[in-house]
């Protein structure tokens, strides 16, 4: 990995003063809505859009329609992710037609895909700010330059490397908040378009983390989620991520968890701090991808089925509630039935709490989208519902598994569903619900489980 470098103070300072000026013109809009699609990483990224724009000046508006300034932060990972971006443009077209004064901003992965940034400009000319991944600090530069020029702004640099300190940011929840502590992917799996869009792996320095959690607990953070694309190749200031986790841990921050993490780079020593460290949740999102070699193989992912499962079981040895969710791709160029069928063989003898399928999604510029692709997309669809299937089987006898249990639980909010209930997770990460006020949110509390659903936990409180 290559040494980052950061953002100079000079160029933080401008954009400082940019969203000053901003914030002092008379005919800027006065509201924000942001539409987060993809990951985590997006939702994190969303965060720090929405503490530049209320910087700027601008109200949150909760009703899309009624924002005088649209954003679409994208994602590109599969085409259908694309084309319900590209879906929501068109309908913005309407919506401007309604209301000339709004302005509309698409940025993010999809748009820092080659060629996309140009080929919108020239069939939407109406979104009114393009830009891409690495230069979203620049946001309150754009958005004072379309205000004076009143023309679309569009700017997608090639260059990343950089580490962005010091932005802004309106955080979603603080009792569980996302910390980046890396950007980008070195890995080019051969599926995917997140190391052409993401850029390289960037670490950020291990004191400005904790600087960050320590911001964060001060504020009444119980929960912190690390967050990069392979957070196991972290190597800020030199150290790797099993240290960082040490020195997060001693911090007593009540609960961390991290993603995503690459079976490839799972340390031995990170795998002892699932056995040492008192704050990490026994949970880990290990996306296995196939459970085939071959197509673990073409998918360039550089493990085997067999060391999967040795992590697997080490995991367990060291902690043996652990939970573990993963990725998996149905329907890879190339793959045969029998190959798909060790994918289910290896869902079986895991036992993921729960599993994110899809159907393989041909990426532009990656090297499987030039693979022969031979199996229909029917076919695809069958599969991918036996797999299904076979996990709804699991994840419902693993939360069956919990009822009896008393667990303690971090309250997140009021339940979708039931009025008088609330929900949190479980050390696990297993949802659950149970009847409580919105008092309890942000609080831990323990609570009997009693019965369980698909998906989620119900339980009262003891
Ligand atoms: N098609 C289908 N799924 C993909 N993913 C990444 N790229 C593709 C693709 N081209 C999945 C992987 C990854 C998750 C975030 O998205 O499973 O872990
Ligand atoms: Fe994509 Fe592989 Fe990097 Fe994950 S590790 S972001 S799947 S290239």
Known sequence: MRQQTAVSPEAMARQREYMARVREMEDRP??????????????RDSETIAGMLEEMGLT????RERADLILYNTCCVRENAENKALGNVIWLKELKRDKPELMICVGGCMTQEPGMAAAMKAKYPFIDLIYGTHNLYRLPEYVYRFLMERAPVVEVLD???????????????????????????????????VPYVRGRERSREPEDVIAEVKRLMDAGTQEITLLGQNVNSYRGGGAEFANLLRRLDRLGVPRIRF????PKDLSDELIA????LEHLMPNLHLPVQAGNDEILRQMNRRYTRERYLDLVRRLRAVRPEIGLTSDIIVGFPGETEAQFEDTLSLAREVRFDAAYTFV?????????ASMPDPVSAGEKSRWIQRLIALQQEISFETLSAQVGRVERVLVEGASARDAGSVGGRT???HMVNFPGGEELVGKFVDVEITSAGKNTLRGRIV
């Open 30 to 43: 006065r509201s924000y809505h942001i539409v987060s699609m993809g990951c985590q990483m997006n939702a």
């Open 360 to 368: 393989y999604s041909p990426r532009r510029g990656t090297r499987a």
């Open 427 to 429: 050390p696990r990460n």
């Open 159 to 193: 260059i990343d490397g950089e580490v962005v300190e010091g932005l802004p940011e309106r955080r979603e929840s603080v009792h569980s908040a996302f910390v980046n502590i890396m950007y980008g992917c070195d890995n080019f799996c051969s599926y995917c378009i």
């Open 273 to 276: 701090c699932y056995g040492e």
């Open 259 to 262: 993603m995503t993490s690459h």
């Open 60 to 63: 949150r508006e909760a009703v």
